[in-house]
């Protein structure tokens, strides 16, 4: 069983592309999550989506959308990247039952 | 709205000593709480939670934290620091029980382990 998995890696992007960062679970979790880890700001909470077909804003959603197509699934993308958006993006999900979310390996994406 | 503050963002202790990590909440409601741990180059692992019920809170690794209503803490520890502990601990909270809406983090704090 993998959990999640996130995809790529590591990303350099030059200011102005568009990039999807993928997510996939196996754990047939209805919610999930896009955050961003900024040293010394911890962990921000980008979009959700609580169950296939819904979607949410989070603390930063500007310049990224979502969407949930299915319950393994929910990619993230920047239309026109933009140096600021350079982080390490994590995606979790969560069975909803308690709170305790189950986060994948991360991607670092560096837009120049 | 709910926030999270982590006292110190770096803490150091000898290796054999107890470790203590502060985390003070802000939440309308009762809250659920989390830590979790990241080694480097990794995602985030749950180190334990507390819901309702028990205070104390037991966690993997010989962690442990207890929730003070009245202080509005949830400081985790450990009796005995092992050099395998050095990583960034973060505290979370979620007003939302079954985590609808995310959880709130706080800034982290990096635990270094001196031998």
């Known amino acids: 069983i993998a959990g999640i998995t996130q995809a790529p890696t590591s990303q350099i992007l030059a200011a102005g592309r568009r990039m999807t960062l993928r997510c996939t679970q196996d754990?047939?979790?209805?919610?999930m999550y896009w955050y961003r880890q900024d040293l010394g700001l911890g962990l921000r909470l980008i979009h959700y989506s609580n169950t296939a077909g819904t979607t949410g804003k989070g603390e930063v959603p500007d310049g990224y959308s979502v969407s949930r197509a299915n319950t393994d699934d929910f990619p993230l993308t920047l239309a026109s990247a933009v140096p600021s958006q350079t982080s390490v993006y994590f995606c979790?999900?969560?069975?909803?039952?308690?709170?305790?979310?189950?986060f994948g390996p991360g991607t670092r994406l560096t837009v120049t | 709205a709910q926030s999270v503050t982590q006292l110190g963002s770096h803490v150091s202790v000898s290796e054999g000593a107890l470790v203590l990590l502060r985390c003070n909440y802000s939440?309308?409601?009762?809250?659920?709480l989390f830590w979790y741990v990241q080694y480097p180059n990794q995602g985030l692992q749950l180190l334990l939670k507390?819901?309702?019920?028990?205070?104390l809170v037991k966690g993997i690794n010989g962690f442990e934290a207890e929730f003070k209503k009245s202080e509005t803490s949830f400081h985790l520890t450990k009796p005995s620091a092992h050099m395998s502990d050095a990583a960034e601990y973060f505290c979370?909270?979620?007003?939302?029980?079954?985590?609808?809406?995310?959880?709130?983090f706080g800034k982290g704090t990096h635990l270094i382990i001196q031998p």
């Open positions: 507390y819901t309702t019920g028990a205070t």
């Open positions: 754990m047939r979790h209805n919610a």
């Open positions: 979790a999900s969560s069975p909803g039952t308690s709170g305790e979310q189950y």
């Open positions: 979370a909270v979620s007003e939302s029980g079954g985590g609808a809406d995310g959880l709130t």
């Open positions: 939440s309308s409601v009762p809250p659920y």
